[in-house]
T-cell receptor, first 111, second 112 residues
């Protein structure tokens, strides 16, 4: 079992839809939870970062963490064509430990 | 510079050739990581430096892979005797201590 599981999609939605992206993880020691966005032929770009259970909102984006279920989500409201990218969840123990990524979900928002 | 810079952006190597990939981290960032991203996959950890010290190289797939950061800033990832399975995007990331990683745009290596 991989440390982080993420449905690779692809996911295709119409403009304006609400998008839900999810990951599960297996290691209870993980403390920090991130979502990265990766456009084609670019490096991953940090989108959201949280270390506690609950919700964190930033504009149209909401990150949700449920440590008891080892489940993290990213919601995108009023999705735009410019949101079309691959979304990677990433989990970190902290300190010098490596960041562990999911496979990524490829999202296409159709105008 | 403003971000993590990697060069070259693209590299084509014949099987058996040696390659060297360069990473310029964000100025002042202590930590530097190398990741390998195969097509359709998430990045996989290769190795980690804190300043010039290589603290974790557990992700390097074989002894053909070698990384260095001699002065605690620029880093080089070297792959000797490249094989087709080495074809991937190699990502470098840097961070201040105990903070999220900032990635470069990667070097896309194709081994023919």
């Amino acid at each position: 079992q991989k440390e982080v599981e993420q449905d690779p999609g692809p996911l295709s939605v119409p403009e304006g839809a609400i998008v839900s992206l999810n990951c599960t993880y297996s290691n209870s020691a993980f403390q920090y939870f991130m979502w990265y966005r990766q456009y084609s032929r670019k490096g991953p770009e940090l989108l959201m970062y949280t270390y506690s259970s609950g919700n964190k909102e930033d504009g149209r984006f909401t990150a949700q963490v449920d440590k008891s279920s080892k489940y993290i989500s990213l919601f995108i409201r009023d999705s735009q064509p410019s949101d079309s990218a691959t979304y990677l969840c990433a989990i970190w123990q902290g300190g010098s430990e490596k960041l562990v990524f999911g496979k990524g979900t490829k999202l296409t928002v159709n105008p | 510079g403003a971000g993590v810079s990697q060069s070259p952006r693209y590299k084509v190597a014949k099987r058996g050739q040696d390659v060297a990939l360069r990473c310029d981290p964000i100025s002042g960032h202590v930590s530097l990581f190398w990741y390998q991203q195969a097509l359709g996959q998430g990045p996989e950890f290769l190795t980690y430096f804190q300043n010039e010290a290589q603290l974790d190289k557990s992700g390097l797939p074989s002894d053909r892979f070698f990384a260095e950061r001699p002065e605690g800033s620029v880093s080089t990832l070297k792959i000797q005797r490249t094989q087709q399975e080495d074809s991937a995007v190699y990502l470098c990331a840097s961070s201040l201590d105990n903070s999220p990683l900032h990635f470069g745009n990667g070097t896309r290596l194709t081994v023919t």
